[in-house]
């Protein structure tokens, strides 16, 4: 296992942001170095799912990453001016203050060439419409990670159809199912933050 993975998995905060910059210095390309960080949190999300670690886990490994991202974006951009594919609205529902899954996706869309516009947590369907209509996005992201986030997706979903939005809608966070996304109308739903983007890149081509 890469150090820098190891020393995300085992929670070690120091060290990973350190190894993040020693790996960067010694002229291991940013990508690579994000691979990193997706595989340690594909361990971290497996970990969660099996309930061998918990929501502080979670959130410590989300300032990691943001630590990490924060050391490696400025190269990123200096590598590859990468042209933006298209552009995302994301953000958690109203009711539902969790952020971590949403930030991840938000992340690893940004490194994967889309524009992201993060609305934040808790955002009411309006200010989900009033974005769209200003951003222009081609994809919208729902994210909610309690049971009490089923139906403030559902009204977004219809706020966002109503107001005239043609494009794609998906949702993810911890409780979220295919029957989920039947109940709220949403067109897909993603397990995780690789399903989005994948969904997204296959929505915008």
Not at 59 to 64: K, P, Q
Not at 111 to 135: C, H, I, R, T, Y
Not at 156 to 172: P, Q
Request: charged share 25%; hydrophobic share 45%.
């Amino acid at each position: 296992m890469n150090a820098l993975v190891e020393a995300i998995t085992e929670m070690r905060e120091d060290d990973a942001v350190r190894l993040a910059k020693e790996e960067l210095q010694s002229g291991t390309p940013p990508v690579e170095i994000l691979d990193h960080c997706r595989e340690a949190m594909a361990i971290i999300g497996q970990r969660f799912e099996e309930g061998d670690c918990f929501v502080p886990e979670l959130i410590l490994a989300g300032e990691m990453l943001r630590q990490i991202s924060d050391v490696v974006k400025p190269q990123l951009t200096q590598a590859a001016d990468v042209k933006k594919i298209g552009k995302v609205v994301i953000g958690t529902v109203e009711g539902d203050i969790h952020d971590i899954g949403k930030d991840i996706v938000t992340f690893m869309l940004d490194v994967n060439g889309f524009e992201v516009k993060d609305l934040g947590v808790d955002v009411p369907a309006a200010k989900f419409v009033e974005a769209v209509k200003s951003f222009q996005p081609q994809v919208v992201g729902l994210s909610g990670f309690l049971t009490l986030a089923y139906d403030p997706i559902k009204n977004t979903v219809k706020a966002l159809r109503e107001a005239g939005f043609t494009g794609k809608i998906m949702i993810g966070g911890g409780q979220i199912d295919e029957q989920i996304r039947q109940y709220t109308g949403a067109d897909a739903y993603g397990k995780d933050a690789m399903t989005a983007v994948a969904l997204a890149k296959q929505w915008v081509k």
